[in-house]
């Protein structure tokens, strides 16, 4: 049943009689159903807040209300959930309303909703795919998130905030990167840089106190946040690095399609030991790698190797290096050994 709730949007949400019951007179059943779904479903967390001060609004002052009244409040609150584009002639009603009404907190639940950016996340171990409002594609790693502004078409720009490893795959708005106007830029942030893009495929990677940009086909522009006037314009199977903790830059040139391998569920070693391969597995899956022998984190990998699951990698590493790898009881270490 769960699964039913979790393309709702706000208006959907206010107009559904499990959740309003929920809300307003929350059975036990009721109330472990709907914990549950914010645990399965994290993204929606936002939203079903804000739904809930709505119905909550109503709530308040149903006993002060004739009955004739509450359900015009509840009318005048489904339709503004559905008619994003009149918010503020509506956050103006609201207003005026209030005096009369109080529904002034909802109408401000409703506006900061609004206002506020749309949060993407991907579990552990899980590669997530989107599209965000404008056709562009994102590919999430996993353990990775990116956030947008919700009200995406009113800003004078396309920006992503990216935690994590993320792949784009953006949507040209002008090729000519001359004529390109405001509204058409695409900027991607992270702590380090802010990237902006003319059209391209590219890997943006925040982990391990660095970030590390590679650009596979098109053009970016990268600027150094920690770096003053510093900006590099990016050509394909350039990577671009700059570490937290060094506070040091760093420009080259490789196979970037490599770096992007993730996305098609396969990972490139070279020459890889066994201590980076216990971060990337630590980062990716959330459970904490034990080597049983110290100069098994010196052993080095090489080849390429499906990431389809955690076991499918786990067994190749193993097979590859002829070690034991096992994982405890509760799954929260990995244990590598000597055969």
Known sequence: MSGSFSNYELHDFINNESFVNWVQHPSAEEETFWQQFQLDHPEKREIINTARRLVDAVKINEVALP????????????SASNLETKVRRLWIRWAAAAILTGISIAGGAYYYYLNSRVLIQSAMGMVKQVTLPDGSLVTLNANSKISYERNWSKHPEREVWVEGEVFFNVVHLNKNEKQIKNEERF?????????????????????????????????????????????????????????????????SQTNTQKLSLWTSKQLLFENTTMLEVATIIEETYGAKVVFKEEELKRRTLTGTVSCSSEDVLLNAISASLQIKIEKSADDKEIIISNQ
Request: no cysteine; glycine share 6%; hydrophobic share 35%.
């Open 67 to 78: 009955e004739n009244e509450v359900e015009q409040l509840w009318s005048t609150i489904r």
């Open 187 to 251: 900027i991607v942030h992270t702590g380090d840089m802010n990237i902006e893009v003319l059209g391209t495929t590219f890997n943006v990677n925040t982990r391990r106190g660095e970030t590390k940009v590679s650009l596979n086909t098109g053009k970016i522009k990268v600027d150094l946040k920690a770096v003053a006037k510093k900006s590099v314009i990016m050509k394909p199977g350039d990577v671009v690095e700059f570490s937290k903790r060094n506070q040091v830059y760093k420009h």
